[in-house]
């Protein structure tokens, strides 16, 4: 990722192996995570490579200031233009070419190409920030050009960062030593490096940002990540003292900071918040080996210094770009081949990497004729190429319209009621807008649907099968907010799930529904034992599975306690089954040759094992509740013996947790069984819809 310069002097030729092989452990972090392999921080060889770049970068700047009196931001960036921007616009080109029949003609298809756009731009960091779900989520991973945002990051630093050095020594130029405007500089940077750090720690605190996400933004933009390209710079300005330190302490230093860098990588997961504190690891870890590698040739540096590292190094930049592209092409044209598949795919993947350098990469960085007004132009051209093939991939469809392809594209793309009605807003009940209530002539009292994106999908059926029995039908749901009094940490939901829990809770007892639906996507979050559970009263947290399951049914039945009191009769809806791992972004070529492979499939004995606990804690909530029952789909979903994506040509669910808006109509008649089952007719003198008095309509 970060760009290999040449020999910085022949007597730091040392620490420039050193360098080498400190690129040569983060591509290999990066790769063996994104190959999945058990590195489960990988992704912090990321921060690996910032804290060089921010150490190289200054470590130059300081030189030619030095030797010059002055830095030439012309041959900076001519120097960055032709060593980043050839292998970028390589990649990015050929990616968008194979995108057309490797990747899903659904969202991956135009998230390829805006984020190859970016990327050529410098902003496909920005871009990707849009995206809630984050750099881990599901449809994040169909993306081959995601790992995109850490070059424009990096970028964005490289046309910043130069500017504040040479601002710092124009206001010091009135001294004439070299060490008050190192001083004046290291000072500078320190405070910017630590305004960075403190608003890092803001944007990666608990709560959801301002776009519903956890700690994305600080993930993606660069004010949250220049603490970590300043603290290699200020290894870099204190070199004059670092030489100072004994070869014995220095060697010390080397391996402590490979044992920091490597906590970091089998310590940190994708839920860390991150990067937070969490990212002190991989930076202050690679602050320590560069601050040893400046000092002795022995202990870690010579390790660092093998020749199979320095050639990995030599690559890294290439091999970063190159490998994340074939593992999400081979995970989309062979799903179903477990992790073997991405090791392949990305030791593959350096053969178009060393191709890339030998071919691409060297000429042009090192042909002295390409500055000056050749280099804006070569920048164009590599700008301009890629630009053509990304916009090209979005506009031109090449997968056909058979009736099995529509099918299939229908039911990914068809949003529930809950989007285009407005009425997943995670606001209140009392305030969703009157488009989420379905009104009938003369009704007989509303029936109310409330939850999170479980519930969001069984809007349809339900408002249908309301609307038939003469009942309006009201809908508001929190996407990632499960309807229990409950607190799950390390997801989307955030503090607010509570509010809306217990306003929308209080707005049902006011208005006194027919009958109240709630369903809640549990499995999801109960089993896996990385998201945490906490009571609401402030009680201790838990991860284990068995734990949270009780958490919940407590939670459940906070909620549904108040409404069977009140005489409300209430419904938990039991998650259907589901298929975590799968997703309907599948290669265009196989929705093409036979979309039928593009399903999943699971035994039916599997899939409720998965529920077992969810099942029963909701079961347990509402035992012995007047008016309270629970009820269970999944024997309309599946068979008795086997679960399936699709059925008969119709594909039943849109993602691995959500049924499709085709899939959710087949239980019309299955919610007019449970309405008549439960529903209570208004009562005379009751308000005739909920929707009267809302305050937010």
């Known amino acids: 990722m970060i760009e290999g310069h040449t020999p910085l002097a022949a007597a730091e030729a040392r620490r420039r192996g050193d360098i080498q092989g400190l690129r040569a452990v983060a591509v290999l972090l990066v790769v063996a995570f994104h190959a999945g392999l058990a590195v489960s921080g990988g992704f912090t060889g990321v921060d690996v490579f910032f804290v060089i770049s921010g150490f190289v970068i200054t470590g130059m700047l300081v030189r030619e200031h030095s030797s010059n009196g002055r830095v030439s931001f012309a041959n900076f960036y001519s120097r960055r233009a032709r060593r980043i921007l050839p292998g970028l616009a390589l990649t990015v080109t050929v990616t968008c070419v194979l995108a057309f029949m490797a990747v899903s003609p659904l969202k991956a298809k135009a998230s390829t190409a805006r984020t190859g756009l970016s990327a050529m731009f410098s902003l496909a960091n920005v871009y990707l920030l849009r995206h809630k779900t984050g750099y881990f989520g599901v449809d994040q991973q169909a993306n ?70 956890v700690g994305t933004f600080a993930f993606y933009m660069a004010p949250t990540r220049v603490w970590e390209f300043g603290a290699g710079a200020l290894v870099a300005l204190s070199l004059p003292l670092v030489r100072k330190i004994p070869a014995r302490v220095a060697m010390v230093l080397g391996g402590l900071g490979l044992v920091v860098v490597g906590a970091g990588a089998f310590e940190i997961s994708s839920t860390t918040r991150f990067p937070g504190t969490a990212a002190l690891l991989p930076v202050v870890g690679t602050c320590l080996l560069l601050a040893s590698g400046a000092v002795c040739s022995s202990g870690i540096s010579a390790v660092l210094s093998h020749r199979s590292l320095q050639w990995i190094g030599d690559l890294s930049f290439s091999w970063y770009l190159w490998h994340w592209p074939f593992i999400v092409f081979a995970a989309a044209l062979w799903p179903d081949s477990g992790t073997g598949l991405g090791v392949v795919a990305a030791v593959a993947s350096l053969v178009p990497a060393w191709l890339a350098y030998r071919f691409v990469e060297n000429p042009i960085r090192r042909d002295a004729r390409l500055g000056g007004p050749r280099a804006l132009v070569l920048a164009g051209v590599c700008v301009a190429v890629p630009v053509v093939a990304c916009a090209a991939l979005a506009k031109i469809d090449i997968v056909g319209h058979s009736p099995e392809v529509v099918g299939f594209i229908a039911a990914a793309e068809h949003k529930h009621a809950d989007g285009i009605r407005h009425c997943a807003s995670g606001l209140p009940i009392d305030r969703e807008p009157a488009t989420c209530t379905w009104h009938v002539a003369n009704n007989r009292g509303t029936i109310v649907l409330v939850g999170d994106s479980e519930a969001g999908m069984f809007g349809e059926p339900a408002a249908r099968a ?60 109960l089993n896996p034992p990385d998201v945490v559970f906490q009571s609401p009263d402030g009680g201790a947290r838990s991860n284990s599975p068995a734990a949270k399951a009780q958490i919940w049914s407590e939670g459940v039945r906070k909620a549904v306690l108040p409404l069977a009191r009140a005489g409300i009769p209430t419904v938990v809806i039991h998650t259907i089954p589901q298929f ?25 004995a599997l899939s409720d094992s998965g529920r077992r606990r969810s099942r029963l804690a909701e079961d347990a909530a509402v035992r012995d509740l007047p008016k309270a029952a629970t009820v269970d789909f999944a024997d309309q979903i599946c068979s008795p013996r086997v679960c399936r994506i699709e059925r008969n040509g119709l594909w039943l669910y849109r993602d691995g947790t959500h049924l499709s808006w085709a899939g959710a109509l087949t239980l019309v008649d299955d919610f007019s069984k449970l309405i008549e089952a439960h529903g209570t007719p208004r009562l005379s003198g009751t308000p005739s819809s909920p929707g009267g008095s809302r305050t937010g309509s």
């Open 144 to 213: 081959p050009l995601l790992h995109t945002w850490s070059l424009s990051v990096e970028e964005q630093f490289y046309l910043v960062f130069p500017a504040l050095l040479a601002v710092t020594w124009w206001c010091s130029r009135r001294t004439r030593r070299n060490a008050s405007r190192l001083i004046t500089a290291t000072t500078v940077v320190g405070i910017t490096t630590v305004a960075s750090f403190a608003y890092c720690l803001v944007r990666t605190s608990p709560g959801p940002a301002a776009d519903g996400s």
């Open 466 to 525: 309301a609307n038939r029995l003469g009942y309006d039908f009201l809908l508001g749901t929190r996407h990632g907010c499960g309807f229990a009094e409950v607190l799950v940490l390390q997801t989307e939901a955030g503090p607010g799930c509570i509010d809306y829990v217990q306003r929308s809770v209080a707005y049902l007892l006011r208005t006194r529904p027919a009958l109240v639906l709630m369903a809640s996507s549990v499995p999801y979050i």
């Open 580 to 604: 975590v791992s799968w997703s309907p972004d599948c290669a265009a070529i196989r929705v093409y040759l036979d979309v039928g492979s593009c399903g999943a499939w699971k035994p039916r």
